[in-house]
């Protein structure tokens, strides 16, 4: 008998047995039966499965788990952009955003030429001015003593330059250049026949009309007083509907005067003091210190550079201007033409203090004022950014290969410009000697940065402030660069 007879062990199917006379050989091991068989459900049968109640309260669930996830993503986004702290946009006014540029039409003069040749010459480089991002001319030394707008009984000669005036200001409201008519040392009193503030208000009253924006009074000047002020800014108010005029006034005293800052727009300042003697590196560096510790905010400071700078700290100050809260006002000094054909080879000098042709030097400054224009005018941290004096140390060679010890080198100078998650870091080095920042400088700012600009505009790509190397009389712009580790 088999093994498996009868055996419903593995491998035989449910009730299969041997039949008697069958052969063992030829009985099947596995009996098909009829399994279930899948196939899909019909459209009928999906509408009557789906609309049963466990698939009604899958999907409602399933529906508002959906929305519960979204609102909560939602009200989640909302207040993360509510509580971030932002920026204040500062709304700045058209002096706040302008650079002024200082002109005086008898530096444009020919040479053996009339007064007019001076105005003519100026309305021709207006385009100049304006590719420089200039918005407002300070024109200067247009009265004298003898030359006073403030007379009631005019001469041929004030009739002549009121009308070259007005030529100057059609062509500079073409350009969108302001005027603002610099009056500092002019005899405002007018006649003795007629009242003052009758005489002052009719000519005030009279280059407003003609499109003047604004003027300039020194605060040394005789007529200069707050009483002047209230009144003078009583009659800019009604010329200030379309678009506002402003005053200012000119800080030349070493003491400076009483000043009500509601009644002033701008305080022309200067960096250095208004000394006769000639100011050392020292003396030059105390100054900018003073100026970067000590903040008004209640003005608004146009910086001028002075009395007349050291060719080596030209470029310096002029970083210096641009990037200083505040409005800059450049002194015009004969480099403002950009097309004019400078034929080096012919100066008498052949090479100016610095040691490099003067064409090349002429160059390189306007160069520097360009970009430093086009810097101001697009980052919203150098035009109206927070202000953040640093205190830096820094080691000059001299004192590496010195046996002795020498004093410690005056600290280069710097401060921070930022707005927003920008950071802007400017340095500068007054002295004579090579100076390399200490890697102590300020830990808690960014280590790296791209250069925006220098005095030699010869820096260019990404830096280690840590280092950095300032050469002689050196100014530098870093754009700070937050780094992720």
């Given at each position: ?17 041997l ?7 030829s009985?099947?091991?596995l ?59 500062t ?15 008898s ?80 005899n ?15 000519a ?27 009144e ?59 100026h970067l ?9 146009g ?51 610095t040691g ?19 810097s ?22 001299s ?23 920008v ?5 500068l ?16 700012l ?17 830096t ?6 300032l050469?002689?009389?050196?100014a ?10």
């Amino acid at each position: 008998m088999p093994l498996n007879a009868g055996d419903g062990g593995y491998g035989a199917a449910p009730g299969a047995r041997l039949v008697a006379g069958e052969d063992s050989e030829s009985a099947p091991l596995l009996v098909a039966r009829d399994p279930y068989q899948w196939k899909p459900l019909t459209s009928e049968e999906l509408e009557v499965a789906a609309g049963g109640p466990g698939w009604k309260k899958m999907r409602c669930y399933l529906i508002a788990v959906f929305w519960f996830v979204w609102l909560a993503m939602l009200a989640g986004s909302v207040t993360v952009v509510v509580m971030t702290p932002r920026p204040v946009v500062t709304s700045l006014t058209w002096w706040q955003k302008s650079l002024f540029y200082q002109v005086q039409p008898s530096r444009f003069m020919v040479k053996d030429a009339d007064e007019s040749s001076g105005f003519r010459a100026l309305c021709e480089q207006l385009a100049d001015f304006k590719a420089l991002s200039a918005g407002a001319l300070i024109l200067q030394g247009v009265f004298g003593d003898t030359l006073s707008p403030f007379r009631p009984t005019p001469t041929d000669k004030f009739r002549a330059s009121v009308a070259q005036i007005q030529h100057l200001l059609t062509d500079s409201n073409k350009l969108g250049l302001k005027v603002v008519l610099d009056i500092c040392d002019v005899n405002v009193t007018g006649d003795a026949d007629e009242p003052y503030n009758r005489s002052t208000s009719h000519a005030l009253q009279f280059w407003l009309e003609q499109g003047v924006a604004g003027f300039a009074i020194c605060d040394t000047d005789a007529a200069y007083s707050e009483e002047t002020l209230l009144e003078w800014r009583s009659l800019l108010k009604k010329f200030s509907d379309e678009e506002e005029r402003i005053l200012v006034v000119r800080q030349t005293g070493r003491i400076r005067s009483p000043l009500n800052a509601t009644l002033v727009d701008v305080v022309m300042r200067s960096i250095l003091p208004s000394s006769p003697q000639h100011l050392s590196a020292s003396d030059v560096r105390d100054a900018i210190e003073t100026h970067l510790q000590t903040r008004e905010e209640d003005i608004w400071i146009g910086w001028t550079a002075g009395r007349k700078v050291p060719q080596e700290l030209e470029k310096l100050l002029l970083v210096l201007m641009m990037t200083l809260p505040g409005s800059p006002a450049v002194q015009y000094n004969g480099d403002i033409d950009q097309t004019q054909s400078i034929d080096i080879s012919s100066s008498s000098h052949g090479m100016n203090e610095t040691g490099s042709p003067p064409g090349k030097a002429r160059r390189s400054s306007l160069a520097l004022l360009t970009s430093l224009s086009n810097s101001r005018s697009r980052e919203e941290a150098l035009l109206f950014g927070s202000f953040f004096s640093l205190s830096f140390s820094s080691l000059s060679n001299s004192s590496f290969n010195s046996s002795s010890s020498p004093p410690p080198p005056p600290p280069i100078l710097a401060f921070l410009r930022s707005w927003s998650c920008v950071q802007f870091a400017v340095l500068l080095n007054v002295g004579p000697e090579l100076r390399a920042v200490d890697p102590a400088w300020a830990s808690s700012l960014p280590d790296t940065g791209m250069f925006v600009a220098s005095t030699e505009m010869d820096r260019l790509g990404s830096t280690t402030l840590n280092e950095l190397h300032l050469r002689p009389y050196e100014a530098v712009i870093i754009k700070l660069l937050e780094t992720r580790s």
